[in-house]
């Protein structure tokens, strides 16, 4: 007889509290709670497949070792990590800590929260400053705009208190990120339409968010800086700010105001491909609300200015006052992060800490930003000619840069280039196909796992995390397979640096700065559990771990209620709207705004994701895929047509960089002249004839060092100029 077990789902970092049923001490399934108050039973196709996901044959159950002949054995967890320190050791000693990167990718954070402090204090005790992360190849314009812009010290209006919602390029239904409640998000957003929530989507595509909107824009894409400016123009011609707010805490808006004066929404309109009505109505609509929030997602953050975009954002916001004021309720405080003060008032930009700082890249000569070190520049710094200056070493954990990368031809070469490439995983992935060693790790219902993750969604941007105070702890649900030999990721960390004679002292996890614990060393004789590492990075939680655990089930920590307080006495602080970088790179849009038609690459390749499959995760799950093993190119039926193609047909798609092959599929809710594509399919080259059991890397047809933004390195990854031919 199954029993049930209330546990954690982190297939992805929604962190959904479902119930896995275990037979025999092998879990068969995951539902939804019913019963759970925040994700009122979600529980989407790849929470469902957790359980299979843990017992599925592609899973790792030992570390492999790659042969002289390309292929891999089994070996030792302990054996690795012997050798694998051996090598770091070597490569220190001859070319400083600074040749040895490390990736921490998706499941670096996901997974178990014990993991990334770990990864973090490694690169920090071997002294190398080369620790890069996927958050760099996403949306880094968001940390770097809250540099430059300044961060109010009270969260934006709560999903739950929104008049009105305004998604550019996100689609909560599907990607379960932001924008509506990533706990349940059909659910939350049918209970606020129903409420009368005004919902205004802009996006190439009718996503399934869009198809539930009170007003859809289906713009061109690329378009959304001189969007976001016409948008402001109105408001302020319109004279729809919020004077009040503006004048108490905020500066430089003249400036602002200024210098979005030249966006008319008829020009804009034009750029856009839509009516320039519809532009004044969506920055009426959004105004005259009492309460609301803009937040952008990947589509356009990755359209080319993912800074400028999400400075713009953060002014519509703040214009429009949308931010929670003295006396107001917090619905949504820290619980296992630590508690913090909630105040009313500005915190000034950190402009030295935005962009330009720390380590600098020999590729391009970029270095760090408020987003982390520029991930897309790391291909080239493992490439390059200057023998004594590259990195050599890259441990990627979690993530999977052959497959997620942009420029994927270059990305091979590089992990091909590597002394040492050691991949933290699963299963055998793309990237782990390269590496010297994958580490097998254990799955997630094989470890204690929390929901701080969750947490950190929310200090991300404004318009992301949830409307009540959610906790849960899981303990490890099963055992790992018998006969296996996994570890935890934090264990390989902590093995090699007792290897390397390092210690590892646990620093504050600063991810919005959601949670800071005193520096906790580690005891590098005896190894702590984790256990030991969850009570330290949890030491000044606003409710105490322990509590949490009390509660399987998870649950709402509302009190004591946390009240934002008013504004200091004497405070100076303000937003800061007139960024002369900013204004001056929007100046710089005005000439180049309407990008010409190339007839040599007609279409442009736009970004989605889909339901059922995590980036490059799940493609080798049958429950998931139902079959359907590639990511079609999917076009509007006409230009299909017009090309004189068919559904299923093989094509190529090209761009300046490179081509992949793919499957057509009609797709009547896109504009005309895009292909909309999911990422991180397909391996390298060696399988595109294979490309209906594995679909083809989006990745591949991006150049990572022509085109890309100046304080983050972020390539251009979506509005990809491209040609569509028969195969
Ligand atoms: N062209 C294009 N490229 C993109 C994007 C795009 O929209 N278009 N999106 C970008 C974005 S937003 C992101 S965040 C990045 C993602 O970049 P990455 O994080 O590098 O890519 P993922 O595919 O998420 O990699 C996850 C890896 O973790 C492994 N894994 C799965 N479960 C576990 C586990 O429990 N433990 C461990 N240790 N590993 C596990 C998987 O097998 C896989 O190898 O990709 C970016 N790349
Ligand atoms: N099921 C599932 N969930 C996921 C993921 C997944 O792979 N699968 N990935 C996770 C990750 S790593 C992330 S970062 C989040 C991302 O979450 P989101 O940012 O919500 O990602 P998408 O669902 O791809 O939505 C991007 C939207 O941008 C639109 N778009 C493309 N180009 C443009 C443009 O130039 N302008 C405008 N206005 N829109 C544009 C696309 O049509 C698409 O609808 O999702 C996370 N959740
Ligand atoms: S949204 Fe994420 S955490 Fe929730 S069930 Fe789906 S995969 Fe699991
Ligand atoms: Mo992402």
Known sequence: MPTDHHTICRACHAACGVIVAVDGGEPVSVRGNPDNPVYKGFCCIKGQNFAAQRNSPTRLLHSQKRQPDGRYTDIPA???????????????????????????GTFASAASNANSPVNVAFMKAIGSPMGFSSNTIDQPGK??????FGRWMAPCNNFADAEVVMLIGLNPLVAMSGGVPHTNPGRYLTDALQKGLQLIVIDPRRTETARRASQHLQVKPGNDVALLAALLN???????HDRAFV??????????REAVRPFSPERVALACGVDAQHIVTAARTFANARTGVATAGTGPNMAGQTTLLEYLVLCL??????????????????????AREYIAQALPPTTKYAYGFGETMHARSIRCSAAGMPTAALADEILQDDDTHRVRAMISHGGNPVAAWPDQLKTIEAMRKLDLLVQIDVTLSATAREADYVIAVKHPLEMAGMSLHHEYLTDYAPGFGTTQAWAQYTPAIVDAPAGSDLIEDWEFFY??????????????????????????????????????IYAAITQNSRIPLARVKQIPEGAVFAEPPVHVAPKQEGWKGRLDAGNAQMLADLAQLLPAQAMQHDP????????????????????????????????????????????????????????????????VEVDRNLRRGLVSMTHSWGGGPETDKDVRNGGSCTGRLITDDADYEAYTALPRMSNIPVSVQAL
Not at 88 to 97: D, E, Q
Not at 143 to 148: E, F, G, P, T, Y
Not at 234 to 240: H, Q
Not at 247 to 256: C, F, K, N, S
């Open 247 to 256: 004048a108490e805490h905020m500066q430089g808006v003249d400036a602002l």
């Open 317 to 338: 916001n703040s214009i429009c006052g949308r931010w929670q004021r003295a006396g107001e309720l917090v619905r949504n405080p820290p619980c296992l992060g630590q």
């Open 600 to 663: 040599d690459r007609p279409f442009r390749l736009i970004s989605r994701r889909q339901i059922n499959i995590l980036n490059s995760s799940g493609r080798d799950m049958p429950g998931q895929t139902h079959g359907k093993t590639y990511n079609p190119a999917y076009m509007h039926p006409q230009d299909v047509a017009d090309l004189g193609l068919q559904q299923g047909a093989l094509v190529r798609i090209e761009s300046d960089r490179a081509s992949i092959p793919a499957i």
């Open 495 to 532: 093995g090699v640096a007792q290897r390397l004679g390092v210690a590892l002292k646990l620093v504050p996890v600063s991810f919005g700065g959601s949670v800071r614990v005193e520096p906790w060393p580690m005891d590098m004789q005896h190894k702590p559990s984790t256990e030991e």
């Open 234 to 240: 109105v408001i302020f011609s319109e004279g729809l």
């Open 143 to 148: 940390m770097v705009a809250a540099a430059l």
């Open 78 to 104: 302990e054996q690795a990590m012997d050798e694998i320190a051996a090598k770091l050791a070597a490569i220190k000693g001859g070319y400083g800590a600074r040749a040895i990167s490390l990736y921490a």
